[in-house]
């Protein structure tokens, strides 16, 4: 399988040849006809176009068939500037982040940039059984993640494990049939611009947070398959493990175009 980077490097330097020929083309009588050639991508749709190509045309809807370090890969490999992705990062101080939308991967997956109110944080959620990649773009992001409610200090389960299932432990769908008690962290990360990170249900539970009290974040966010923004997913109560359902179907902006 090609590496991430080859293939980005393979599109930009598609893009660019049919720039040069289309600057080196004779002009031709029926040239007006044709229309304006498209303009070659940005690094950053250059990200976008090479994202879809990974999840491929059938298999990226499923999640066993995406190749998670390849996503990673894609993610390392984007070093455009700002201006190319700030069409989409609208923010609000009104809530602690904004969910702006980049783009539908085909149905396959959606790619948000994510805006952080400085000092604000995400609930501790989980990620409807999907792989989520996050990539910081601006600021920084502390990640801390927590066992599932069956899961102690110690790392042992009180309940049956499973290598099948997606979170490598049987209660996780309904963790309210066991006695609720504290979620145990596992670990806390502070992730800089430009780093990369993997997160999913296997993995545990997890909550993002902008440290810093004055400085806004931006991160981007790859979620394949879409589960979340379709069936919902789960925040939990790090005090108790207790679980509410809540439904992620709309988005702050959507290509670009405010929704709220």
Not at 42 to 69: M, R
Not at 74 to 80: E, K, N, T, V
Not at 130 to 149: D, F, N, Q
Not at 200 to 205: E, I, K, N, V
Request: glycine share 8%; hydrophobic share 30%.
């Amino acid at each position: 399988m090609a590496t991430k980077e080859t293939k980005v490097n393979t599109l930009l330097s598609s893009n660019m040849n049919n720039d040069t020929a289309a600057h080196h083309s004779p002009t031709s009588l029926h040239d007006s006809a044709r229309g304006s050639p498209e303009p070659p991508l940005d690094s950053f749709h250059t990200l976008v176009q090479a994202i879809n190509e990974i999840l491929g045309p059938c298999n990226g809807i499923d999640s066993a068939g995406v190749d998670v370090e390849e996503l990673k890969g894609a993610m390392r490999a984007f070093d455009g500037p700002d201006e190319e992705w700030q069409k989409y990062a609208f923010q609000d101080y009104s809530r602690p982040y904004t969910r702006n939308l980049v783009d539908r991967g085909n149905g396959k997956s959606n790619l948000l940039i994510l805006v952080w109110t400085p000092g604000k944080a995400s609930p501790i959620h989980d990620h409807a059984n999907a792989h989520c990649v996050m990539r910081i773009l601006k600021g920084s992001l502390t990640e801390t993640i927590y066992g599932w409610p069956c899961e102690g200090a110690d790392g042992l389960t009180d309940c049956a494990t499973s290598p099948t299932h997606p979170t490598g432990h049987t209660c996780s769908a309904e963790p309210e049939q066991l006695e609720p008690h504290a979620l145990c962290v596992k670990r806390s990360t502070c992730y800089g611009r430009g780093q990369v990170t993997y997160m999913s249900d296997r993995l545990g539970l997890h909550r993002i947070q902008n440290a810093s009290t004055e400085e806004v974040a931006v991160s981007l966010h790859l979620y394949t398959p879409p589960n979340a923004a379709k069936h919902g997913c789960h925040i939990f109560d790090q005090k108790t493990g207790k679980k509410s359902k809540v439904q992620q179907c709309h988005f702050y902006s959507e290509l670009g175009v405010k929704t709220e």
